[in-house]
């Protein structure tokens, strides 16, 4: 049973380029989640996507924006990338209905803007 | 908006010794969650614990929520190199997302 997978693994990119991070939720799993972690901090929510659609959003500028899959998978994307987006970026996917039930993480995209 | 404050920051340990991580609310919890990060990797899930007075354990690791629902810890018993990581609290309140604190780093030496 495969958990959840993200792609690329490292990236690097320049000031004001754009970048696009893929996630494949654990199998079973509708909701998928998104946050950014800062070195020595912990994970800050960027948004979740169910049925497609943007659910919840943290407080990220319109530069980040994702979409969701008809399988559930997911894509964030950062435009005009600052040096300030170099992080690793979590995905996490549960179940919807299943409240309360724990998140479940891949291990990341790290991202260095340069 | 829900804050956690996670303390110590960090923890030097010698192997086979016990310690306890702390993790503060600002609001009532409705859920909080334990989790463990590898340096750079992703976050494991350990336990979570919904009700006041809660306690579950793992292997050598015990989770606690306190009765009013604002503090929880984190109780390892006889460390082991294996345990060395960063031990994350997450929290949910009503239909919140999953909050985070900053983390407690911990180090296991030999």
């Known amino acids: 049973d495969a958990g959840v997978t993200q792609s690329p693994t490292h990236l690097i990119k320049t000031r004001g380029q754009q970048v696009t991070l893929r996630c494949s939720p654990k199998?079973?799993?509708?909701?998928v989640s998104w946050y950014q972690q800062a070195l020595g901090q912990g994970p800050q929510f960027i948004f979740q996507?169910?049925?497609?659609?943007?659910?919840q959003r943290g407080n990220f500028p319109d530069r980040f924006s994702g979409h969701q899959f008809p399988n559930y998978s997911s894509e964030l994307n950062v435009n005009a990338l600052l040096l300030g987006d170099s992080a690793l970026y979590l995905c996490?996917?549960?179940?919807?209905?299943?409240?309360?039930?724990?998140?479940?993480f891949g291990n990341g995209t790290r991202l260095t803007v340069t | 908006s829900q804050e956690l404050e996670q303390s110590p920051q960090s923890l030097i340990v010698q192997e086979g010794k016990n310690l306890t991580i702390n993790c503060t609310s600002s609001?009532?919890?409705?859920?909080l969650y334990w989790y463990k990060q590898k340096y750079g990797e992703g976050l494991i899930f350990l336990m979570m614990?919904?009700?006041?007075?809660e306690e579950k354990s793992h292997e050598k690791i015990t989770a606690k929520l306190d009765e009013k629902k604002q503090q929880s810890s984190l109780h390892i018993t006889a460390s082991q190199p294996s345990h060395a990581g960063i031990y994350l609290c997450?929290?949910?309140?009503?239909?919140?997302?999953?909050?985070f604190g900053k983390g407690t780093r911990l180090s296991v030496i030999a």
């Open positions: 996490a996917s549960s179940l919807r209905l299943g409240y309360g039930s724990p998140l479940h």
């Open positions: 199998s079973g799993h509708d909701t």
């Open positions: 996507y169910y049925e497609e659609e943007e659910r």
């Open positions: 609001k009532t919890l409705y859920g």
């Open positions: 614990l919904q009700k006041g007075g």
């Open positions: 997450g929290a949910v309140s009503g239909n919140t997302p999953l909050v």
